[in-house]
């Protein structure tokens, strides 16, 4: 099975004034909404994100993460929960690790729906860019703080901040196609992210080092925010897992972008949307990304396009609308976007353990 590639074209142009059938418009909102209930992901073409705008993004990252690891520290902020700037490998810890009741899900899975055993803490690294503006008045200081640029790469901001309001622009429109899509008013999740946390955070995985099948660069684990968005990674190794519990390697073809539901859409949706779980492992496909990436000369660096969007921190998260009716409503009790996040960080270790 593919995920649905949604083009968000025509729902664009109809934004813009443009003609638009109403009965296709429609249908793409339930394809949307759809997609991400029973799959928990969404593959989208916007015409505003290039595969050009894509490689360029990549190509700056890719020449960060070669740096030694000691140039790269220069940029860690640990006493700001690792929220800017980079976070070292060996430092996220896969939810799957400590969390008792995820641990007995997956023994209770399949074997073949099983996801890898992570044998410790992510070998990854991860650089986190703060994307748009920021709340003047926030209870949630740590999680709005100013980013910090690396030295010697003088177009890093403006690819950060080009390629980041591009990914935000994208989700925005899928975040109003969803809404229609469920029933609800088209900006009933925009309004709520509105100066959100959102964080463009690369990761990057060294395959000279971590390039062997069946290593785990980021253990089962589903997103604490809104809706994540990726673009083309240049070496595979994503597996996600469906509504009905199977497990999907994702291909993401050249020129789109792959949205997955987080743990902040399943609040306002009452548990109709679950967040997605997910794991990035080294596959067959890698290892033969790999070949030829060493054949090309190319970097080994596996970097991720990852984009974070948030639900404002001082927005309140609860069932929006009808789904506050829905039977499992209760589970997803009124709580402060900010607090939430700060809960989910400690147990996944950028956060000292005080928010538990």
Not at 196 to 202: I, K, R, S, T, V
Not at 235 to 248: E, S, V
Not at 307 to 333: C, M, Q, R, V, W
Request: aromatic share 8%; charged share 25%.
């Amino acid at each position: 099975m593919d995920l649905p590639v949604v083009d968000l074209a025509p729902f664009l142009g109809a934004a813009a004034g443009g003609a638009a059938d109403e009965e296709e418009m429609r249908a793409l909102c339930a394809t949307v909404s759809a997609s991400l209930r029973d799959t928990g992901a969404l593959l989208v073409k916007d015409p505003r994100c290039s595969a050009a705008d894509n490689d360029r993004f990549l190509d700056v990252v890719e020449r960060y993460f070669a740096r030694s690891a000691e140039a790269k520290r220069l940029q860690e902020r640990p006493h700001l929960h690792y929220q800017v700037g980079v976070t070292p490998e060996g430092v996220e810890v896969p939810r799957s690790l400590v969390d008792k009741d995820m641990q007995e899900k997956i023994r209770s899975m399949p074997e073949e729906f099983q996801p890898a055993t992570p044998k410790g803490p992510d070998p990854k690294w991860r650089y986190m860019w703060r994307v748009g503006p920021r709340p003047a008045n926030t209870r949630f200081k740590e999680l709005n703080s100013e980013p910090v640029i690396p030295d010697g790469l003088p177009e890093w901001k403006e690819t950060m901040d080009s390629w980041g309001y591009k990914m935000i622009s994208a989700i925005e429109v899928v975040a109003e196609m969803a809404a229609i899509g469920f029933g609800l008013p088209k900006d009933a999740f925009t309004t709520l992210m509105k100066e959100g946390p959102h964080l463009l955070a690369p990761t990057g995985s060294d395959l000279q080092r971590h390039g062997s099948e069946g290593t785990v660069f980021a253990g089962y684990h589903y997103d604490l925010n809104f809706l994540t968005i990726h673009g083309r990674s240049r070496f595979p190794g994503l597996n996600i897992w469906l509504r009905n519990g199977k497990k999907m390697e994702v291909k993401v073809p050249v020129g789109c972008l792959l949205i997955q539901s987080g743990k902040q859409l399943e609040w306002l949706t009452g548990g109709e949307c679950l967040a997605g779980m997910h794991e990035v492992v080294v596959s067959k496909r890698t290892l033969d990304a790999i070949a030829l990436a060493k054949e090309q000369n190319r970097s080994l660096w596996r970097v991720s396009s990852t984009l974070f969007s948030h639900i404002a921190s001082d927005a309140i998260l609860k069932p929006l609308g009808h789904f506050a009716e829905t039977p499992n409503a209760d589970s997803y009790p009124p709580i402060c976007a900010g607090d939430y996040v700060e809960q989910e960080l400690s147990v996944i270790n950028l956060k000292g353990k005080d928010g538990l």
